[in-house]
């Protein structure tokens, strides 16, 4: 619905107060009678003299206008009311969560315990917490601290690691959750504020900025993500937080940090998962402990690459190599082979690993999709229908397992089949020979 003001009436968007003049002069918090900013979003045609004269309105929409604390009517749009980013803090503050983590790892046969933190917020009244996977991930216990310091051991109900999505539970009644947006419509300028621990030190700090970029294509340790950009100050410890609107709702969970290829730190680009991609996910996994739809083929991939298609005789340098086949997998059961490089998804090209990453997400088990597959010098079509992934997978024969999978020591990648390495073929032509029935 669109609210159109009538006569000499005009509809504003509250801002946050500026806190420095045009000049850079510092106004003190002090002042007691400042009067709001505003962002005029609709004009009314004006209002008429006692000759029926309408008298054209001096403000226009977009303008940027003060207006008394008291004056006008404070109204819902699609019943939702606009705050300033002191209330979005104010009114959601006790539904977030600082985490501190513990974890034991081995090195060379010796025990260490390392230390990790990052931040929650709640999503039911009971106490279960949705958080990111890498903040719990290996966690030997997790701690969870209240804004009002209360402290608290979780549980990890379970988590998710293509989706980067955790939830915890924390034995707790009347908890205040948050009230979920819909990220489908967040805009870029949009004004957004991520609340978190940076640093795990810093609790409860809240950050602003504006939406840079939606649909924001990266890569996060090989698995790809559609993300939301933001420039509000994101650091270690941030990670799980929640992202708000304008109005008070989530519509991300704070996941990343960009870092340049030099491993220097960009200011100002961080980035949030759309809270609408992993709401049947996190439902899923409050449910079972884990997600029981996501889709899965039964296959162990390899980016194809030009290097590879060199020492096999391939006639294509992009794709997916199919380097093992779980036996009575969906792969197994569409045919698919050691050797077959799949290059497309139904209408999607894949090129790379992370590309097939990126189109099994948009699947759920049980559905069927076409492949297209390079397979001994010809392109053919196969039928597979998605399993359910199960809930453990070893990395090293599944398709959730990372791109380098099979690179370095004895990797495909990296001319494994010619150095003989774990178990493969020490001279590539036996792979052939092998498999197409090659004679040299």
């Not at 699609?78 to 081995?106: L, P, R």
Request: hydrophobic share 35%; glycine share 12%.
């Amino acid at each position: 619905m669109q609210i159109r003001p009538l006569h000499d009436r005009v509809i504003v968007k509250r801002l946050e107060a500026e806190r420095t003049t045009a000049s850079g002069i510092v106004l003190p918090d002090t002042a007691g009678e400042k009067p709001d900013q505003g962002e005029v979003l609709a004009v009314g045609p004006g209002k008429r003299d006692e000759a029926g004269k309408l008298i054209a309105m001096d403000v226009k929409v977009g303008d940027r206008v003060l207006f008394g604390k008291y004056s006008g009517q404070t109204v819902k749009v699609d019943g939702k009311t606009q705050m300033s980013m002191s209330e979005v803090y104010a009114s959601n503050v006790n539904s977030v969560v600082s985490i501190n983590v513990s974890a034991t790892t081995n090195y060379f046969g010796q025990t260490v315990q390392t230390a990790a933190s990052g931040t929650g917020f709640f999503i039911t009244e009971d106490g279960y917490i949705l958080t990111n996977h890498h903040v719990v991930s290996d966690a030997s216990s997790v701690e969870v601290t209240l804004y009002n310091g209360e402290t608290y051991d979780a549980t990890v109900i379970g988590s998710d690691e293509d989706y980067d999505i955790a939830v915890l539970k924390i034995d707790v009644t009347g908890a205040t959750p948050v009230v979920l947006g819909d990220s489908s419509k967040v805009a870029i300028g949009e004004s957004v504020a991520a609340v978190g621990n940076p640093l795990g030190e810093l609790t409860f700090s809240m950050s602003e900025g504006i939406v840079s970029c939606v649909n924001r294509a990266i890569n996060v340790d090989g698995t790809p993500f559609n993300m939301i950009q933001v420039d509000c100050s994101i650091n270690p410890g941030n990670s799980g937080g929640p992202l708000f609107n304008s109005y008070g709702e989530v519509i991300g969970i704070v996941s990343a940090k960009y870092s340049s290829y030099s491993n220097t730190t960009v200011e100002g680009i961080g980035f949030a998962i759309p809270i609408n991609d992993v709401v049947s996910l996190v439902k899923d996994i409050m449910t079972n402990g884990h997600v029981t739809n996501k889709a899965y083929m039964g296959i162990t991939p390899q980016t194809m690459t030009a290097q590879m298609a060199q020492q096999y005789r391939y006639d294509v340098t992009e794709g997916v190599f199919v380097c093992s086949v779980d036996p009575d997998s969906a792969a197994d059961k569409a045919g698919l082979k050691l050797g077959d490089v799949i290059t497309k998804m139904d209408d999607k090209d894949i090129a790379s690993y992370e590309d097939l990453v990126a189109a099994k997400k948009s699947y759920s088990a049980g559905d069927t999709v076409t492949l297209t597959v390079y397979r001994e010098g010809k392109t053919i079509e196969v039928e597979l229908t998605f399993d359910a992934a199960p809930e453990t997978t070893e990395t090293s024969s599944s398709d959730q397992s990372t791109d380098n999978s099979y690179n370095g020591n004895g990797g495909y990648g990296n001319g494994g089949y010619g150095n003989g390495g774990n178990g493969y073929y020490s001279n590539p032509w036996d792979f052939f020979n092998n498999f197409f029935g090659y004679n040299g």
